[in-house]
């Protein structure tokens, strides 16, 4: 955690009786003007847009609403996007999403401006984007002819801040962000008449995490049942995905996708004819004999061992004496700077399909994300420009893309209701709650095959691991995308994407709706 340099103040040293003297005691209360409550802010626009051949008719609201405490206190100014369809015959029973980022520390620009909102960045697809001027389209692909859309932005990004006694940072663990963006979602939907709305989450990322305990704090405290919650690049069980001394879990989940990346960029040392049986053939050694030889540690024979470093050759493409080195355990950071050493470049993490230059050749784990540098600053721009220019926000209000302390002193604990407190969050109970809370409740789960962020494998362990009721299995779907974490980066898959959601969206409402 960074440090917060104190203010320093100067003290004069003044006797009581010269102090009484001079100045007699006035009435504190009367001497301090009253405090100005926090006001919410709005900046409404109309626009039209063409969505699948139709044009839709919609209000754009770029705001801020104050969010309260359980005391009724203002605790957070959040900001938001929100946009709905103006010619809707019912408005207070039209589908209604709300959706985020993760991070955490991350504003909602990532899905905002690449795949829900009315408007899409062009960025280059596994490969580099030119420098400005980015190119800024009417998004086809857009979720608003099936829902209302409301973007948010957690506290510390967009223009959300704390207020009064509280700080920022008490927002940045597991629980206090899921309060807050739970009690900004209620207030909203009564503010907007829309309690009889179908209600979906989306989240990307950390946002997965944030939804999983989201959509049961709301069903079972606030009495709020939802249709649907997509996870985008799922985050629940973090254990799963970040490597840890003495954690052997994530070694075999991440296993298929170096297999994948290795597979698309041709290092392997027989390319197989069939990506996806490939693939097939990958997870079923990576839960079985891989997982096995790992359990056994130091007791594991020269000759088992030998056996495994030979088939991770086969399935990844690095080299056997590398292997040896690595103790058959290669970290994510550690793939994507060895992969394409000998040709001096990266392998793109959030999307394994993008490569970089290697500043370091010599160093062990890679130094940055060729996916990030490739795209970040298009959507940065893109979404400034946009913000300020189209949707009326004045430049002096300051956006916060991203807030590296709060990823830096995020507090990872969770509590579990009935079930104690986790030391690393792991929401795939809250999920699972929630779905038998409410048995109307459908998930839909995307995954790009060449994400090393959230790997697919690790999506499927997690979700196979909810412990749901036979019945309620179905009722969690998993999708697949030729694309990365973020895989509507890649055009077609953001058309299977919008198709697969908008399925989604469609099937649920009929169901909640008895149809």
Same mark, same amino acid.
């Given at each position: 955690?960074?440090?917060?340099?104190?203010?320093?103040?100067?003290?004069?040293?003044?006797?009581?009786?010269?102090?009484?003297?001079?100045?007699?005691?006035?009435?504190?209360?009367?001497?301090?003007?009253?405090?100005?409550?926090?006001?919410?802010?709005?900046?409404?626009?109309?626009? %039209?847009?063409?969505?699948?051949?139709?044009?839709?008719?919609?209000? #754009?609201? =770029?705001?801020?609403?104050?969010?309260?405490?359980?005391? $009724?206190?203002?605790? =957070?100014?959040?900001?938001?996007?929100?946009?709905?369809?103006?010619? #809707?015959?019912?408005?207070?029973? /039209?589908?209604?999403?709300?959706?985020?980022?993760?991070?955490?520390?991350?504003?909602?620009?990532?899905?905002?401006?690449?795949?829900?909102?009315?408007?899409?960045?062009?960025?280059?697809?596994?490969?580099?984007?030119?420098?400005?001027?980015?190119?800024?389209?009417?998004? %086809?692909? %857009?979720?608003?002819?099936?829902? $209302?859309?409301?973007?948010?932005?957690?506290?510390?990004?967009?223009?959300? +801040?704390?207020?009064?006694?509280?700080?920022?940072?008490?927002?940045?663990?597991?629980?206090?962000?899921?309060?807050?963006? !739970? /009690?900004?979602? /209620?207030?909203?939907?009564?503010?907007?008449?829309?309690? &009889?709305?179908?209600?979906?989450?989306?989240?990307?990322?950390?946002?997965?995490?944030? *939804?999983?305990?989201?959509?049961?704090?709301?069903?079972?405290?606030? &009495?709020?049942?939802? &249709?649907?919650?997509?996870?985008?690049?799922?985050?629940?069980?973090?254990?799963?995905?970040?490597?840890?001394?003495?954690?052997?879990?994530?070694?075999?989940? @991440?296993?298929?996708?170096?297999?994948?990346? *290795?597979?698309? +960029?041709?290092?392997?040392?027989?390319?197989?004819?069939?990506?996806? =049986? @490939?693939?097939?053939?990958?997870?079923?050694?990576?839960?079985?004999?891989?997982?096995?030889?790992?359990?056994?540690?130091?007791?594991?024979?020269?000759?088992?061992?030998?056996?495994?470093?030979?088939?991770?050759?086969?399935?990844?493409?690095?080299?056997?004496?590398?292997?040896?080195?690595?103790?058959? /355990?290669?970290?994510?950071?550690?793939?994507?700077?060895?992969?394409?050493?000998?040709?001096?470049?990266?392998?793109?993490?959030?999307?394994?399909?993008?490569?970089?230059?290697? @500043?370091?050749?010599? #160093?062990?784990?890679?130094?940055?994300?060729?996916? !990030?540098?490739?795209?970040?600053?298009?959507?940065?721009?893109?979404?400034?420009?946009?913000?300020?220019?189209?949707?009326?926000?004045?430049?002096?209000?300051?956006?916060?893309?991203?807030?590296?302390?709060?990823?830096?002193?995020?507090?990872?604990?969770?509590?579990?209701?009935?079930?104690?407190?986790?030391?690393?969050?792991?929401?795939?109970?809250?999920?699972?709650?929630?779905?038998?809370?409410?048995?109307?409740?459908?998930?839909?789960?995307?995954?790009?095959?060449?994400?090393?962020?959230?790997? @697919?494998?690790?999506?499927?362990?997690?979700?196979?691991?909810?412990?749901?009721?036979?019945?309620?299995?179905?009722?969690?779907?998993?999708?697949?995308?030729?694309?990365?974490?973020?895989?509507?980066?890649?055009?077609?898959?953001?058309?299977?994407?919008?198709?697969?959601?908008?399925?989604?969206?469609?099937?649920?409402?009929?169901?909640?709706?008895?149809?």
């Amino acid at each position: 955690m960074r440090t917060i340099r104190p203010l320093l103040t100067a003290l004069a040293c003044v006797s009581p009786i010269a102090l009484s003297a001079q100045n007699p005691p006035k009435d504190s209360s009367a001497a301090k003007p009253p405090a100005t409550p926090p006001k919410a802010e709005q900046w409404v626009s109309r626009h %039209s847009v063409v969505i699948g051949g139709k044009p839709v008719s919609y209000v #754009a609201t =770029a705001g801020t609403l104050i969010v309260r405490d359980s005391g $009724d206190a203002p605790a =957070a100014s959040i900001g938001y996007v929100a946009y709905t369809r103006q010619d #809707a015959k019912d408005p207070a029973q /039209r589908p209604i999403t709300f959706a985020y980022n993760g991070g955490p520390g991350s504003s909602s620009v990532w899905l905002h401006m690449g795949a829900l909102g009315p408007r899409r960045v062009i960025a280059a697809d596994a490969g580099t984007t030119p420098p400005p001027p980015f190119r800024v389209v009417d998004n %086809s692909y %857009s979720l608003l002819d099936r829902t $209302d859309l409301v973007l948010i932005d957690p506290v510390g990004t967009g223009l959300s +801040h704390a207020l009064g006694q509280k700080k920022d940072k008490d927002f940045w663990s597991v629980d206090p962000d899921i309060e807050s963006v !739970s /009690r900004f979602i /209620r207030q909203y939907v009564t503010e907007n008449n829309r309690w &009889n709305s179908p209600k979906y989450l989306l989240g990307e990322s950390y946002g997965t995490t944030r *939804s999983a305990g989201i959509v049961d704090y709301l069903q079972t405290r606030e &009495n709020m049942a939802f &249709n649907g919650v997509v996870l985008v690049s799922v985050a629940l069980d973090l254990e799963a995905i970040f490597d840890g001394p003495g954690n052997e879990r994530t070694f075999p989940l @991440f296993v298929p996708s170096f297999a994948a990346t *290795s597979f698309y +960029h041709r290092a392997l040392p027989s390319q197989p004819a069939d990506r996806d =049986a @490939f693939l097939a053939e990958v997870r079923t050694w990576a839960l079985g004999p891989y997982t096995t030889a790992l359990m056994q540690g130091d007791a594991l024979s020269d000759a088992e061992r030998q056996v495994v470093v030979a088939k991770l050759h086969e399935y990844t493409g690095l080299s056997p004496a590398y292997l040896e080195k690595a103790n058959l /355990r290669v970290t994510e950071s550690e793939y994507t700077q060895e992969l394409l050493r000998e040709h001096r470049e990266t392998v793109g993490r959030l999307d394994s399909r993008y490569t970089g230059i290697s @500043f370091d050749p010599l #160093a062990k784990n890679a130094e940055y994300d060729p996916q !990030s540098a490739s795209v970040s600053a298009a959507y940065t721009a893109a979404f400034l420009d946009y913000y300020h220019r189209e949707l009326g926000v004045p430049g002096e209000r300051s956006y916060v893309i991203t807030v590296e302390r709060a990823f830096e002193s995020w507090d990872w604990k969770h509590r579990v209701p009935g079930a104690g407190t986790q030391p690393m969050v792991n929401t795939g109970p809250d999920l699972a709650h929630a779905l038998g809370y409410n048995p109307g409740l459908r998930v839909l789960a995307l995954n790009g095959v060449y994400d090393l962020a959230t790997p @697919f494998l690790a999506t499927e362990y997690v979700i196979a691991h909810l412990a749901l009721a036979p019945a309620l299995r179905p009722h969690v779907v998993m999708k697949y995308y030729d694309a990365g974490h973020m895989m509507y980066l890649n055009e077609a898959a953001l058309a299977r994407m919008k198709a697969d959601v908008a399925a989604f969206i469609d099937a649920t409402a009929r169901v909640s709706a008895g149809g």
